[in-house]
């Protein structure tokens, strides 16, 4: 891996975005689900430690949760640890980041290994807490009743005592013996170890990617700009205005948690550069410091 290509990834894996590209500014894919998930789940949005003073979200979301298993699977496509073999053609990329990253925290087990694979099918096929697999040589490992629940603490799964037997019409939901418990705060604080374990390797020269890194960008990082489809998030949130040097500035508030997106526009009303700040301040001081924006330049209203 020559340099430029350890700076790719190390802009990629980042936790302060955007990074400069070619003249413009991207942000890592990899990054913003991170920064999703942890809005909706208590969690700092910047490194991921668990903040229960945070106002908004829950730590029990099923969607940041399917997020969560997103992010593994991203995770899984792009890194291996250096040295280490590929997997088989069609290996799930969720079960290879848990085992190169984070087999561990599931105590090696590849029972609690598959319950998270089916949960993952459950909750992304059809938004459920049933699993039963088509194919039925999975049935033993990924044919799971679930239960999930939140406990401030590292386990991520408890196994059942006996195989759920897939009956859905006779359920029985006051049986424990065949239910499989998933701890959805444990689960993030696995997924966000393994991001911080797959850092800790690339800084030690111990990550291999598994791609070239022109796809890594390519594929994974994007730019944003003003679009009128984003208009409807923007109501009855902070949206201010500027003008200097012949340009157009903007400030908006963007999701509870996530913080204020500055941008740029030239003097035909085209977006040049975007940046996100954790606060208003801090967008006005970026804008100050970027473009000279002054501090009491900005108003409600558009002029």
């Known amino acids: 891996?020559?340099?430029?290509?350890?700076?790719?990834?190390?802009?990629?894996?980042?936790?302060?975005?955007?990074?400069?590209?070619?003249?413009?500014?991207?942000?890592?894919?990899?990054?913003?689900?991170?920064?999703?998930?942890?809005?909706?789940?208590?969690?700092?949005?910047?490194?991921?430690?668990?903040?229960?003073d945070i106002k908004h979200g829950d730590v029990g979301n099923w969607l940041a949760c399917i997020g969560y298993f997103t992010v593994l699977d991203q995770m899984g496509s792009c890194?291996?640890?250096?040295?280490?073999?590929e997997p088989e053609?069609?290996?799930?990329?969720?079960?290879?980041?848990?085992?190169?990253?984070?087999?561990?925290l599931i105590?090696?087990?590849?029972r609690q290994l598959n319950a998270l694979i089916a949960l993952r099918n459950a909750f992304t096929?059809?938004?459920?807490?049933?699993?039963?697999?088509?194919?039925?040589?999975?049935?033993?490992?990924?044919?799971h009743k679930f239960t999930v629940m939140v406990e401030i603490n590292s386990w991520v799964v408890k196994l059942p005592k006996e195989l759920w037997d897939g009956n859905i019409d006779d359920k029985n939901f006051l049986k424990t013996t065949d239910t499989t418990f998933v701890n959805l705060f444990?689960?993030?604080?696995?997924?966000?170890?393994i991001y911080s374990r797959v850092c800790d390797l690339h800084n030690k020269d111990g990550l291999e990617i598994r791609?070239?890194?022109?796809?890594?960008?390519?594929?994974?990082?994007?730019?944003?700009?003003e679009h009128p489809i984003k208009e409807p998030q923007t109501m009855g949130r902070i949206k201010l205005f500027a003008k200097h040097n012949s340009q157009t500035f903007e400030i908006v508030e963007d999701l509870p948690g996530v913080g204020f997106y500055i941008y740029a526009y030239d003097i035909n009303g085209k977006n040049?550069?975007?940046?996100?700040?954790?606060?208003?301040?801090f967008a006005k001081e970026c804008a100050l410091e970027e473009f000279g924006v002054p501090l009491d330049a900005w108003t409600t209203a558009q002029t």
């Open 211 to 225: 791609m070239t890194t022109k796809t890594l960008i390519n594929k994974y990082t994007f730019v944003t700009s």
């Open 186 to 193: 444990g689960f993030g604080q696995l997924v966000e170890t």
């Open 272 to 281: 040049t550069h975007d940046h996100l700040q954790d606060t208003l301040q």
């Open 125 to 143: 096929h059809d938004f459920n807490l049933l699993n039963i697999p088509y194919n039925s040589k999975y049935i033993p490992l990924q044919q």
């Open 1 to 52: 891996m020559n340099s430029d290509e350890k700076t790719h990834i190390q802009n990629y894996l980042n936790r302060q975005q955007p990074f400069e590209f070619l003249g413009t500014k991207r942000h890592s894919t990899l990054v913003a689900g991170l920064r999703d998930c942890r809005v909706y789940t208590k969690r700092n949005d910047s490194d991921g430690v668990y903040n229960p």
């Open 107 to 110: 105590e090696k087990d590849e």
């Open 89 to 104: 053609q069609n290996y799930s990329t969720i079960k290879f980041a848990i085992e190169k990253f984070g087999y561990d």
């Open 79 to 85: 890194f291996k640890p250096l040295g280490d073999s």
